[in-house]
């Protein structure tokens, strides 16, 4: 795809949700995007879904009414984005001490064909204790990524063992607990910033 194409599919894909794409940087093995939201009408991002944690039980998102929910889109075989997404929630979680009860940080998969729930649950400790981790079937990952409008492509990668790696938006959403988006932040978001915002909003 080229550059010219991606901005193109960037922008439909974020429109129909009322989003508009600001500038984003290919660098590495993730496109990294960060949106605003526009207009007046309700923010299309996020909705129902049935997933696997990392201890192998079904979770649902009805499962986390009642919290707010940190999520981000990766995979455990992510060189860079994902890691420093997940250490900036993991510290802001430990910056906001016993307000952090009220959030649920979540890491759902866009590589469900390696990442099973035994491969998540070595990741997802290695980060913070309460992080969890989410996978499922191909057609369940595609059916959440479709509905958070997370950008994923698969990439031909000779360097790794599986030949491929994925490209995509690295995008931090804050849930609601009634489940509705509220916000976003992206992985170069300050520590203390992101801390405080998340403070303001529990």
Do not use: W
Request: charged fraction near 20%; charge should be neutral; aromatic fraction near 10%.
């Amino acid at each position: 795809m080229t550059k010219l194409r991606l901005v193109i599919f960037l922008l439909a894909g974020f429109a129909v949700s009322g989003i508009a794409a600001l500038p984003f940087i290919k660098g590495g093995n993730a496109i990294q995007t960060a949106a605003t939201a526009t207009g007046d009408g309700p923010i299309l991002i996020g909705g129902p879904f049935t997933l696997t944690d990392q201890n192998g039980r079904r979770v649902a998102d009805q499962d986390f009414r009642g919290k707010f929910m940190l999520v981000f889109f990766g995979f455990t075989y992510c060189p860079d984005a994902c890691p420093t997404a997940l250490q900036v929630i993991a510290a802001a979680l430990d910056e906001l001490g016993p307000q952090a009860e009220h959030i649920t940080p979540i890491l759902i998969t866009i590589d469900p064909e390696r990442d099973t729930p035994a491969q998540l649950a070595t990741y997802v400790k290695s980060f913070h204790p309460r992080l969890i981790g989410l996978t499922g079937s191909q057609a369940e990952i595609d059916a959440v990524v479709k509905e958070y409008r997370v950008y994923v492509k698969r990439v031909p990668d000779p360097k790794s063992t599986a030949g491929y790696t994925i490209d995509h938006s690295a995008v931090i959403y804050l849930m609601g607990p009634d489940g509705q988006y509220r916000t976003h932040f992206t992985p170069q978001t300050n520590i203390e910033v992101l801390a405080y915002r998340l403070g303001r909003m529990l």
